[in-house]
Nanobody, 126 residues
Framework: QVQLVESGGGSVQAGGSLRLSCVAS????????MGWFRQAPGKEREGVAV????????FFAASVKGRFTISHDNAENTLYLQMNSLKAEDTATYYC????????????????????WGQGTQVTVS
């Protein structure tokens, strides 16, 4: 079973930046799909950014495109989400997600496309 541990959340003023990290362990396949989702109170969990390690393709929600970047450090088995120009509407709990395959065809997908999840890290923008 895959274990995912997020960190890097916190409180920041609008316009600021945060970098989330997700350390993954418990899998051996080098080709998989990892991503970041977020969930605000009373709302459904939504996709933020996804990275396919098979071809390096990335997909972003329209609301974060141009402000967020996703990357992966293979040596450290760590997924990152760099969030810049943060807005109040980015406030949510952010979850790291993993799936052996991910959405097909490659796209941002939904929470149902991912089988493993981290515990979440809170991001508050004021």
């Amino acid at each position: 079973q895959v274990q995912l541990v997020e960190s890097g959340g916190g409180s920041v003023q609008a316009g600021g930046s945060l970098r989330l990290s997700c350390v993954a362990s418990g899998y051996t396949y080098s080709s998989n799909c990892m991503g970041w989702f977020r969930q605000a109170p009373g709302k459904e969990r939504e996709g933020v950014a996804v990275l396919y390690k098979s071809d390096g393709s990335t997909f972003f929600a329209a609301s974060v495109k141009g402000r967020f970047t996703i990357s992966h450090d293979n040596a450290e088995n760590t997924l990152y989400l760099q969030m810049n120009s943060l807005k109040a509407e980015d406030t949510a709990t952010y979850y790291c997600a993993y799936d052996l395959v991910g959405p097909l065809p490659h796209e941002l997908g939904t929470a149902a496309d991912f089988g493993d999840w981290g515990q979440g890290t809170q991001v508050t923008v004021s």
